[in-house]
């Protein structure tokens, strides 16, 4: 099975620096297939990147994604008070779906 | 843009028992894969069950199979889950999930594009 490794576990930054979020796999995975999701307290996840690095739909273009094969990157290009939250990777492999266990983004 | 409203948690003894139910609207419900997904207390999120959009192909994770049954009902635009044996470690939210599936670079992709609010089912005595 996959297995998804998010870094760092948790990420202390000020409004307006920029993030960069790391999802590497256990294996080659493919692209089309992983995902990155944003949850704040008390929400259910929000997809905000798929195929590695197409925005969904209302997303902000301060959210990128970047990466292929083992190595993924999430990248926040100005921290917004409302992007300190918990951000998942996924992906779909062999009739599963692995999560990574996430990386909160909060405010130093 | 389509709703999902998840519905049945509780509190359930171990061993027991419980069906969780997921009601979409704003969307044909028949052409979407659906899925659900918890999260335990204070942890990440785990995928735990698929089923695809009329050709009810079902996948389960390992830690659910053979206790958990994933369904739905295309006429009441409903999704359910069928959960039995429950141990303390079912205690989670659970979100039931719509699937999307694109063509990425001549890849065939896959992502959950609309979440329920979640349901909480705590397994305890």
């Known amino acids: 099975d996959i297995v998804l490794t998010q870094s760092p576990g948790t990420l202390s930054l000020s409004p307006g620096e920029r993030a960069t979020l790391s999802c590497r796999a256990s294996?080659?995975?493919?692209?089309?297939?992983l995902a990155w999701y944003q949850q704040r307290p008390g929400q259910a996840p929000r997809l905000l990147i798929y195929g590695a690095s197409s925005r969904a739909t209302g997303i902000p273009d301060r959210f990128s994604g970047s990466g292929s094969g083992t190595d993924f990157t999430l990248t926040i290009s100005g921290l917004e008070p409302e992007d300190f939250a918990v951000y998942y990777c996924?992906?779909?492999?062999?009739?599963?779906?692995?999560f990574g266990q996430g990386t909160k983004v909060e405010i130093k | 843009e389509g709703q999902l409203v998840e519905s049945g948690g509780g509190l359930v003894q171990p061993g027991g028992s419980l069906r969780l139910s997921c009601a979409a609207s704003?969307?044909?419900?028949?052409?979407?894969?659906l899925n659900w997904v918890r999260q335990a207390p204070g942890k990440g999120l785990e995928w735990i069950s698929y089923?695809?959009?009329?050709?009810?192909?079902?996948y389960y994770a390992d830690s659910v199979k053979g206790r958990f049954t994933i369904s739905r009902d295309n006429a009441k635009n409903s999704l359910y889950l069928q959960m039995n044996s429950l141990r303390a470690e079912d205690t989670a939210v659970y979100y039931c999930?719509?699937?999307?599936?694109?063509?990425?670079?001549?890849?065939?992709?896959?992502?959950?594009?609309?979440w329920g609010q979640g349901t909480m089912v705590t397994v305890s005595s």
């Open positions: 089923i695809g959009g009329t050709d009810n192909t079902i």
């Open positions: 294996q080659s995975v493919s692209s089309s297939s």
């Open positions: 999930a719509r699937q999307i599936t694109m063509i990425i670079m001549a890849r065939v992709g896959h992502a959950f594009d609309i």
């Open positions: 996924q992906q779909y492999g062999r009739s599963q779906w692995a």
């Open positions: 704003g969307f044909i419900f028949s052409s979407f894969e």
